[in-house]
């Protein structure tokens, strides 16, 4: 199990990277991930709903997405309340109090969709949610460690040290942790460092001998690598950076602007994905009229509802501007799951935009399948050069067998 110190430690970076790197040895692995708050959803194969992450990680591990990899889903549908999926299938909606009560209720479901995904893999890598030592939730909390002792399963703490207070997240989590969920953590993960890693040394020594738990590895920033199927809210306004074009630098008029409304819960953000990975797009998040007016081209993406997407498009006064926008063809509803990851469609539908406004396009490398897999190689490169991979096999290795944990 990967666990973290926050939300947005990179623990569904580190799954992914781990799924990979297990994958390129010939293990049989899968991912999961018990409980998952999101609206970034994929569909397995038998019409199942599972978080996008997960379906990434599938990809990464060369498995097809199961619904087993993720049993319980909340879909957001307003600030309080969330629609609950069971096995990739609807079953209610809750608020925060109506969920706790029904969370104890799914737990004996998450453990038994765990065991019968590890009865038919090598290795399942977990992905926890949030930070590990929410103790205000622990009484109810099928995902992190709870999980981890109800399986037997060994768990890593993953903290992200470019957000400062590293040494203190990591040692708090561990001593807020009652003794038998603490017992499970066996080893510490240091995330995005910048920098000399020495300058850690002597912190990560002090780390160890106060806890007892090892270092297993310090990971660098990934630094400008483009990331894919943001999983954490969090993380959208870093992987949708702008991107300049070497040939928009040779002659002056400059990529492909696009501008994607930032509809306040998109279903699909990995939709947006084929255009960060293209080196002549400007890729920015509109929420004012005059972000949608300066660009190329207008993205309008799926989001909640109809209904709440045009009631928070009135609501910031965009509804001129997109109409402006649509009127002059410059507005690109992405309503078709897909259609942007279609080589051929993408680059026509940039190269005549460029064309029409003036602008600079030449379409990357790769295709966009073969992109999202060099990105998956890249972070399994990621792991092994800065992880222990074998030792975390073995680590792995001392799992209690599938189904005789000792259950919650």
């Known amino acids: 199990m990967v666990v973290g110190t926050t939300s947005g430690a990179g623990k569904s970076t580190v799954v992914t990277a781990l799924c990979r790197a297990f994958a390129r040895r010939g293990v049989r692995v899968a991912p999961f991930k018990a409980q998952n708050m999101s609206t970034h959803l994929a569909t397995t194969a038998d019409g199942g709903t599972i978080g996008r992450a997960q379906a990434m990680q599938a990809l990464a591990a060369g498995v097809e997405p199961d619904r087993r990899m993720g049993p319980v889903l909340l879909r957001p549908t307003g600030e309080r309340t969330s629609?609950?999926?069971?096995?990739?299938?609807?079953?209610?909606?809750?608020?925060?109090?109506?969920?706790?009560?029904?969370?104890?209720?799914?737990?004996?479901?998450?453990?038994?969709?765990?065991?019968?995904l590890r009865r038919d893999h090598d290795v399942v890598v977990l992905e926890g949610a949030g930070g590990a030592a929410e103790i205000n939730l622990l009484d109810?909390?099928?995902?992190?460690?709870?999980?981890?002792?109800?399986?037997?399963?060994?768990?890593?703490?993953?903290?992200?040290?470019?957000?400062?207070?590293?040494?203190?997240?990591?040692?708090?989590?561990?001593a807020l942790l009652p003794e038998r969920l603490r017992e499970r953590l066996a080893g510490f993960v240091v995330n995005s460092f910048r920098g000399d890693v020495a300058l850690l040394e002597d912190g990560l020594r002090d780390l160890e001998e106060r806890t007892g738990v090892p270092v297993l590895g310090v990971l660098p920033h990934l630094g400008d690598h483009l990331m894919l199927a943001a999983e954490d809210s969090l993380d959208l306004a870093d992987v949708r950076r702008p991107v300049r074009g070497a040939s928009a630098a040779e002659n002056g008029r400059g990529p492909v602007r696009v501008a994607v409304v930032r509809l306040p819960r998109l279903s699909d953000p990995y939709g947006l994905d084929p255009l960060v990975l293209e080196p002549d797009v400007e890729l920015s998040w509109a929420s004012r009229a005059a972000e949608v007016e300066a660009a190329d081209l207008v993205v309008l993406p799926t989001g909640d509802g109809p209904e709440a997407d045009a009631a928070w498009v009135a609501v910031r006064g965009l509804g001129e501007a997109l109409d402006s926008a649509r009127a002059q063809g410059r507005l690109l509803v992405l309503d078709?799951?897909?259609?942007?990851?279609?080589?051929?469609?993408?680059?026509?539908?940039?190269?005549?935009?460029?064309?029409?406004?003036?602008?600079?396009?030449?379409?990357?490398?790769?295709?966009?399948g073969e992109a999202v897999q060099a990105h998956l190689d890249h972070l399994a490169g990621w792991v092994e050069t800065h992880l222990d991979v074998e030792r975390l096999l073995r680590l792995a290795a001392t799992a209690v067998p599938a189904g005789e944990g000792p259950g919650w």
């Open 83 to 116: 629609r609950v999926l069971v096995l990739g299938e609807e079953v209610g909606l809750d608020d925060a109090q109506g969920y706790g009560a029904r969370a104890a209720l799914l737990r004996p479901l998450a453990l038994e969709a765990l065991t019968s």
């Open 140 to 174: 109810r909390d099928l995902v992190n460690l709870p999980l981890a002792a109800a399986a037997g399963i060994p768990a890593v703490l993953v903290v992200d040290i470019e957000r400062g207070g590293a040494f203190a997240a990591a040692y708090g989590t561990w």
């Open 336 to 368: 078709r799951p897909g259609l942007l990851e279609d080589d051929g469609t993408r680059r026509a539908l940039l190269g005549e935009v460029a064309r029409v406004r003036g602008r600079d396009f030449e379409p990357a490398e790769l295709g966009f």
